[in-house]
């Protein structure tokens, strides 16, 4: 049986991965934000889990608008680093756990989660950043494999809050069903506030933020409850995408311990947030 | 249907119906052969991806608001702003009619007013 050992919500601002691509994470504009990264990094360090399953969506670099799947998942050996226009980040390429792939997917689809099964793609910052947010510096390769979980955020309808979080739970059930004995982290990416067009580009909502980053631990039911349209007004356009740290808490037990989390303003246009949960804590507590 | 909400363009399924083969336009400069394409003859280049003349115009004038009020998503109009050099926080401001300084000393100043 495999086990969710803990859970990652992190932003995933494709200037996050610049910043240290390019060795300026301690530039003055950014200091305070990998400070904050640092206790997550160190407990991960010491919390290596056999495979990770990575919750995120693409941005117009492994997928296109030809074909918008609500929800995917990758089934490959490997998974490319894309190059986004400017490059690719210097990162390895991520391996990938086909069996686990596979397994989830035939048991997501028994609980009614139809999804979307991709045997090629490329993963964008969307997926490297977070990977470089709990593992800095990963020399020739990620700590273990890492299986893509994607979700359609950029064009409405997006799923519901409520769809993501039964989609989790679904997961976490998949998960332990699995008979090999791995333990697993989940990463739930994206986020906090931020809308990037139109005349409300720029918002920010720290009130908004700071009720998300306390429900994502202790009442995840209240977040799922939130319409899409909610979800908008509070935390922007593209803010809407913290919806996908609802499938890594649904996937978790109900009482977590919340080992580290980070608040800061501003990654480009956007609330960066970390939060991180031990999933072994919190069922005796 | 979502209730318009002031001051923030919605991608949806209409949208995207609008903007399709503009956003495949900026899909494609993802490669350097084809933004080098593009760069020779940028009008030519509108024309092979079937722009409407308004497209055609808002893109090879760079009015970035037209791009997104016609259909272009914000992802994918990034990459032609990538293209020339010019950062989210230029969009920002071009959006909110700011410069990009102002734009980012808003933004570090705690970002803008939700409401």
Known sequence: MAEVIWGLATSHVPSIGAAMDRGRTQDPNWKALFDGYQPAREWLAGHKPDVAILVYNDHANGIDLDIVPTFGIGTAERYDVADEGFGRRPVPDVVGDPDLSLHLLEKLVDEGFDLTVFQELAVDHGFTVPLSVWTPDPGDAWPCPVVPLLVNVIQYPQPTAARCYALGQALGRAIASYDKDVTVGILGTGGMSHQLAGARAGMINAEFDAMFMEAIEKDPAKLAALSREELIREAGSEGIEMIMWLIMRGAMNERVRKVHSHYFVPASNTAAGLALFDNRAGQTA | ?115
């Open chain 2, 1 to 115: 249907m979502l209730t318009d909400i002031p001051g923030t363009p919605v991608f949806d399924g209409q949208t995207s119906r609008r903007g399709f083969r503009m956003n495949k336009l900026f899909m494609s400069l993802r490669f350097a052969a084809n933004r080098e394409r593009f760069l020779a003859d940028e009008g030519a280049y509108c024309d092979e991806f079937g722009l409407t003349p308004e497209q055609r115009a808002a893109v090879t004038g760079r009015d970035w608001q037209a791009m997104i009020d016609l259909g272009g998503s914000i992802f994918y109009v990034y990459k032609l702003a990538m293209m020339d050099g010019l950062s989210m926080q230029y969009l920002g401001g071009v959006f909110t009619g700011m410069t990009e300084q102002e734009f980012v000393a808003a933004m570090r100043a705690g970002g803008r007013s939700g409401g």
